[in-house]
């Protein structure tokens, strides 16, 4: 990869005569070729079309920073970054079925849910459970925790970590035992914008190079967005946020690692509209915060919604209030949906529901009050 500023021409695979051409034309810099048209740079050194395209070619070879990876590549198992077997487990089998195996390694997951649904009960969960080998669905590493409107919840997060034999029973004890979970979680506060990109583009990739971590939690995305901006700083908002996306995206791209952004929702005053469907729960009437700008940067959205009434765990008699993960849009991921709690011990999938919960199946939830389910997970 180059520079973008002076430019050595010798190190290019190029005719002496088009070197020669493009000094004699005071070009010095990279970003000058690549920001020229074909016709302007005919203009600006007298070469013909061909050279010209061999040019631009040549100099985009030398900035680009990976190299292409082809299919047959991928096939062979030669790049593992992109292969998309593994992915960092929910730690409840339920929850991953509904995932595919849980959350992708590459791209933006986001989840979104109105306050209380239990969002930040899933992050702390993935923080634990990305500490784990790779047999056991984890990424033997630690995770970074970016919070940006609340303090973070220390006590909560010592009791999972007390309570991980329980959540994980299948697990050998003496492997729990062994990992010193508290150790491996960075915690970081962003009390505004520049804070927030400060943290993502130059301390959070040092923990990423030195293996310290390979998982990023953004604990809420929307809330600086929201505080920041007026009503009518629409596009200074986007910007800000397309070049936070971006970050975030190299990130995660660079190092295969999960990234998870906590959103809030909006509330959406005439109702339910069918045009939402893909951003939003169709039956509900709230939609993830921040709008299509930021919905065209996500790759997995998940939204939470929290359902009156009760269920109990079948083992230490305690109850939860059931919640419904859904799956909003993915590319590898149907529209579907599941059942889930928040115990003591954590976040855990109910069993025996299909994966695909209706309209009619919510309205008797909210009519009775009562799932009557127990949790076997």
Wanted: proline content about 6%.
């Amino acid at each position: 990869m180059v520079c973008m500023g002076n430019m050595d021409w010798e190190q290019l695979e190029l005719n002496p005569r088009i070197i020669a051409a493009v000094k004699k034309a005071n070009v010095k810099s990279a970003r000058k070729i690549l920001s020229l048209s074909g016709p302007d740079l005919q203009r600006l050194t007298h070469l013909s079309k061909s050279d010209v395209q061999h040019l631009h070619t040549a100099v985009a070879i030398s900035y680009r920073r990976h190299s292409p990876v082809t299919a047959l590549q991928v096939h062979r198992g030669e790049c593992p970054s992109l292969e998309p077997g593994h992915k960092l487990s929910l730690a409840c089998p339920v929850l991953d079925a509904l995932l595919r195996g849980g959350v992708p390694l590459s791209g933006i997951t986001e989840l979104a849910g109105e306050s209380s649904a239990g969002k930040t009960q899933f992050g702390l969960q993935l923080c634990l459970s990305v500490q784990y080998p790779l047999a056991y669905g984890g990424l033997n590493s630690g995770a970074v925790y970016i919070c940006t409107e609340d303090s973070f919840p220390i006590k909560r997060l010592r009791q999972l970590i007390t309570q991980q034999a329980r959540l994980r029973p299948e697990l050998p004890q003496a492997l729990i035992r062994s990992i010193r979970f508290s150790d491996n979680i960075y915690i970081e506060h962003a009390a505004d914008l520049g804070a927030l990109q400060a943290c993502v583009s130059q301390r959070v990739p040092i923990l990423l190079s030195r293996g310290l971590v390979r998982l990023v939690v953004v604990d809420s995305v929307a809330a600086l967005f929201r505080s920041e901006f007026q009503a009518d700083e629409g596009i200074e908002r986007a910007r800000h946020m397309l070049a936070f996306a971006a970050t975030l995206h190299r990130l995660s791209h660079n190092y295969s690692t999960p990234v998870l952004c906590i959103n809030q929702v909006t509330e959406v005053m005439d109702g339910p509209d069918p045009a939402h469907c893909n951003f939003g729960l169709v039956d509900n009437k709230v939609l993830p915060a921040l709008g299509m700008a930021w919905a065209n940067q996500v790759m997995v959205r998940l939204m939470l919604l929290r359902l009156p009434g009760c269920v109990g765990t079948g083992e230490q008699g305690g109850t939860s209030a059931p919640r419904r993960l859904e799956v909003v849009f993915a590319p590898h991921l149907p529209r579907a949906s599941c059942l889930c709690g928040v115990w003591e011990e954590g976040v855990r999938g109910l069993p025996n529901r299909p994966r695909s919960v209706t309209n009619s199946v919510t309205k008797r939830l909210e009519t009775t009050g009562e799932l009557g389910l127990n949790d076997g997970t």
